[in-house]
């Protein structure tokens, strides 16, 4: 009944926005099951028996939805046959109109908000967890859930660390909580490398790999063994986890003031492994599923469910098609900003609601920025959302914008390859394009991931 209603009220809007005087025409929604008796005295709360149609009522449909018009209908215009036919002209005029598909998007990121307010419930059954790995694919809300529990435990007044491996994971969560009140504010919030280098250690050479990945951490579990008890964490909680080593674990146990015993919560998704190394967190409790999908549109979420670890459940709207555009990889990139000057000239998205993401090497674009700028103003442009965003998936994990169109533009290392185009696929929430060559996604992603994208594929230049 919920799903109706909420129909009802898009048909309306859709048709306001139309301009066509049927959407002040009297109104109703109503739930049909047209293989299933329902009884006569059937009720349940906003839902009463004269907003049902059952198998024994389908011969009088007619007259239900009238009693139902009468009854229960909103709505003070005419409804005579002029404003029929508007109404038959503007819902079959087109499925998704391009002009409608931003109308849409507000409408799909009402439910994302509204989907995520639901998760409050699993940080409840976090409540008497202390060490626990929380476990999802792409769009599940992890990080929404990483964050709620992470106030939830400041809020009772435990020193909490935030940490992540990814750069603009680790600037939105900063961002996120600089605006929490001071008391649900964590006590370190931020990168895992740059943890202890708050602590007094070197920050290093960009391109020394053994510091990054040895060296640093190593010395991390040190700072932390040394440091006072009262200055280390009561708990900490790790956004992305498969990101991290094995020999980051043990690291970061000797920053909390118990390291046997503290507060370790991490969040992660194996299909999103995509950098060289592996490790498992030290948590012995069986994994926590969030296995439903809030995030993406149904039609972007079953492009790349195939590569999910576990099967999701999709709660999101149905949404615009998936657009795939064929063309070489060498060519990927360039065909994809044609996508995305159509995205913002053609469908009217505004340029802070699109982003670019490549495969390969980054885009030419962000080279520029980060050269220029830095990483830091860089990471702040894309928050800023005043244009649109070019980056490669490996910094986007975490993120998402409404439009994301990706260029396949070929892999360094095909072992990775699916695990990056996963990425990829799911950073969307509204409107995904893809531009690559499909025999190469299809070697990457499987048969699946081909299939769907071929059913979607667009001639070059094509509407």
């Given at each position: 009944?919920?799903?109706?209603?909420?129909?009802?009220?898009?048909?309306?809007?859709?048709?306001?926005?139309?301009?066509?005087?049927?959407?002040?025409?009297?109104?109703?929604?109503?739930?049909?099951?047209?293989?299933?008796?329902?009884?006569?005295d059937f009720a349940?709360?906003?839902?009463?028996?004269?907003?049902?149609?059952?198998?024994?009522?389908?011969?009088?449909?007619?007259?239900?939805?009238?009693?139902?018009?009468?009854?229960?209908?909103?709505?003070?215009?005419?409804?005579?046959?002029?404003?029929?036919?508007?109404?038959?002209?503007?819902?079959?005029?087109?499925?998704?109109?391009?002009?409608?598909?931003?109308?849409?998007?507000?409408?799909?990121?009402?439910?994302?908000?509204?989907?995520?307010?639901?998760?409050?419930?699993?940080?409840?059954?976090?409540?008497?967890?202390?060490?626990?790995?929380?476990?999802?694919?792409?769009?599940?809300?992890?990080?929404?859930?990483?964050?709620?529990?992470?106030?939830?435990?400041?809020?009772?007044?435990?020193?909490?660390a935030l940490v992540?491996?990814?750069?603009?994971?680790?600037?939105?969560?900063?961002?996120?909580?600089?605006?929490?009140?001071?008391?649900?504010?964590?006590?370190?919030?931020?990168?895992?490398?740059?943890?202890?280098?708050?602590?007094?250690?070197?920050?290093?050479?960009?391109?020394?790999?053994?510091?990054?990945?040895?060296?640093?951490?190593?010395?991390?579990?040190?700072?932390?063994?040394?440091?006072?008890?009262?200055?280390?964490?009561?708990?900490?909680?790790?956004?992305?986890?498969?990101?991290?080593?094995?020999?980051?674990?043990?690291?970061?146990?000797?920053?909390?003031?118990?390291?046997?015993?503290?507060?370790?919560?991490?969040?992660?998704?194996?299909?999103?492994?995509?950098?060289?190394?592996?490790?498992?967190?030290?948590?012995?409790?069986?994994?926590?599923?969030?296995?439903?999908?809030?995030?993406?549109?149904?039609?972007?979420?079953?492009?790349?469910?195939?590569?999910?670890?576990?099967?999701?459940?999709?709660?999101?709207?149905?949404?615009?098609?998936?657009?795939?555009?064929?063309?070489?990889?060498?060519?990927?990139?360039?065909?994809?900003?044609?996508?995305?000057?159509?995205?913002?000239?053609?469908?009217?998205?505004?340029?802070?609601?699109?982003?670019?993401?490549?495969?390969?090497?980054?885009?030419?674009?962000?080279?520029?920025?980060?050269?220029?700028?830095?990483?830091?103003?860089?990471?702040?442009?894309?928050?800023?959302?005043?244009?649109?965003f070019y980056g490669?998936?490996?910094?986007?994990?975490?993120?998402?914008?409404?439009?994301?169109?990706?260029?396949?533009?070929?892999?360094?290392?095909?072992?990775?390859?699916?695990?990056?185009?996963?990425?990829?696929?799911?950073?969307?929430?509204?409107?995904?394009?893809?531009?690559?060559?499909?025999?190469?996604?299809?070697?990457?992603?499987?048969?699946?991931?081909?299939?769907?994208?071929?059913?979607?594929?667009?001639?070059?230049?094509?509407?």
């Amino acid at each position: 009944m919920g799903q109706a209603q909420d129909c009802r009220h898009v048909l309306q809007r859709y048709l306001k926005r139309l301009g066509l005087s049927a959407a002040r025409s009297p109104a109703v929604h109503l739930v049909a099951f047209p293989d299933r008796d329902v009884p006569a005295d059937f009720a349940a709360p906003d839902c009463p028996r004269s907003m049902i149609i059952g198998r024994g009522d389908v011969p009088r449909s007619y007259e239900s939805v009238l009693r139902a018009l009468r009854d229960h209908g909103s709505g003070t215009g005419p409804f005579d046959p002029p404003q029929v036919d508007e109404l038959v002209r503007g819902v079959l005029g087109s499925s998704l109109p391009q002009a409608d598909v931003l109308a849409f998007d507000a409408e799909h990121e009402a439910r994302v908000a509204d989907l995520t307010e639901r998760q409050q419930q699993v940080v409840g059954l976090l409540r008497n967890q202390h060490r626990v790995a929380v476990v999802g694919g792409a769009g599940s809300g992890k990080t929404w859930v990483a964050l709620e529990q992470t106030r939830r435990l400041a809020r009772q007044g435990q020193a909490v660390a935030l940490v992540c491996y990814s750069r603009g994971l680790g600037h939105f969560l900063r961002r996120v909580t600089e605006s929490w009140p001071a008391r649900e504010r964590p006590a370190y919030v931020g990168l895992f490398h740059d943890l202890p280098v708050s602590w007094g250690a070197p920050r290093g050479e960009e391109d020394d790999s053994s510091w990054w990945e040895e060296e640093l951490p190593a010395l991390l579990g040190r700072l932390g063994a040394e440091r006072p008890v009262e200055e280390r964490f009561d708990s900490v909680v790790v956004d992305e986890g498969q990101d991290f080593s094995a020999s980051w674990w043990p690291p970061t146990l000797q920053t909390l003031k118990d390291p046997d015993r503290g507060g370790l919560y991490v969040f992660l998704d194996e299909g999103q492994r995509i950098f060289d190394r592996s490790g498992n967190a030290p948590i012995e409790l069986a994994p926590f599923p969030l296995d439903r999908n809030i995030r993406n549109t149904k039609r972007i979420a079953q492009v790349f469910g195939s590569l999910t670890p576990e099967q999701q459940g999709y709660d999101g709207l149905d949404g615009p098609p998936v657009r795939f555009v064929h063309c070489a990889t060498h060519d990927a990139v360039s065909v994809a900003d044609d996508e995305v000057q159509r995205l913002t000239d053609d469908e009217g998205w505004p340029p802070g609601a699109v982003a670019l993401l490549t495969t390969r090497h980054r885009h030419p674009v962000q080279r520029d920025m980060v050269e220029r700028y830095g990483w830091d103003a860089y990471w702040d442009e894309f928050f800023v959302g005043d244009d649109v965003f070019y980056g490669h998936v490996l910094g986007f994990k975490g993120l998402e914008r409404p439009a994301v169109v990706l260029a396949v533009s070929g892999f360094r290392d095909l072992n990775r390859a699916r695990e990056m185009l996963y990425v990829g696929l799911s950073r969307a929430r509204t409107r995904l394009v893809v531009c690559g060559d499909l025999e190469l996604i299809g070697q990457v992603g499987g048969e699946g991931v081909r299939q769907r994208l071929k059913r979607v594929e667009v001639a070059r230049g094509g509407a």
